[in-house]
């Protein structure tokens, strides 16, 4: 398979993405699919695509069969064949999914921005999924080399060829050991707070089945 453009990698995310996060309005109509792609939020980089890119684009991707139009609806509408037409299982077209659409990211920030997509068990989970695109040939993703003082690797997805390893400054400040990244620390927080949640329910399970059997919960 040829390497993709940016918009097709861009289109074809958006495809994924909406397919979980709106599946009342998937597959998606063109309007849809250009609001998509150029959105402001949880997209990088952020694009100015007009109607006639997103349809060049979506040619690009249907002769790859990548994408499908859909018929039967006065609006033409198109959805995504990512995994087949990848040859990868659906977990690992999350994470290419979020890769296209937001750049390169840790394993954990991949975590906490495909939970939508699809929800992993933890962090060595995706890892094992990246691991496994990496030594598909060709390669769909590769790990980039790490910045002076980051704790993690970032990962990007290479439908779009090659990927230069970034480049840093010789004797560039290197930051505490500890430093921890915004996207890392947000992948934290959330785990916190769903083993926080965890917990509640099971106390509030134990403190009813103790008033049921009319002992004390701490017994």
Not at 27 to 44: I, M
Not at 125 to 152: D, T
Not at 178 to 186: I, N, P
């Amino acid at each position: 398979m040829r390497d993709l453009t940016p918009l097709e990698a861009r289109v074809l995310g958006v495809l994924v993405e909406k397919q979980h996060t709106v599946p009342d309005t998937y597959p998606l109509s063109l309007n849809a699919l250009v609001a998509g792609c150029n959105q402001k939020t949880a997209r990088q980089p952020v694009m100015e695509a007009a109607d006639a890119d997103v349809l060049a684009a979506l040619e690009g991707l249907k002769s790859l069969a990548l994408v499908n139009e859909v018929s039967g609806s006065r609006v033409v509408r198109f959805d995504h064949n990512a995994a087949r037409g990848l040859g990868v299982p659906g977990a690992a077209v999350a994470l290419l999914a979020v890769l296209m659409l937001r750049g390169p990211q840790t394993a954990a920030e991949l975590r906490l921005n495909s939970e939508r997509l699809h929800r992993f068990a933890d962090i060595s989970s995706v890892e094992g999924f990246l691991e496994e695109l990496a030594e598909k040939q060709p390669p769909k993703v590769v790990k980039l080399a790490r910045a002076p003082g980051e704790r993690e690797s970032r990962w990007a997805h290479r439908l779009c060829g090659e990927v230069a390893q970034p480049v840093w400054p010789a004797g560039a400040a290197a930051l505490p050991a500890e430093a921890v990244s915004a996207g890392e620390l947000s992948a934290l927080k959330a785990e916190q707070a769903r083993l926080a949640a965890e917990v509640a329910d099971l106390r509030a399970l134990v403190e009813r089945l103790a008033r049921e059997l009319g002992v004390s919960a701490t017994d």
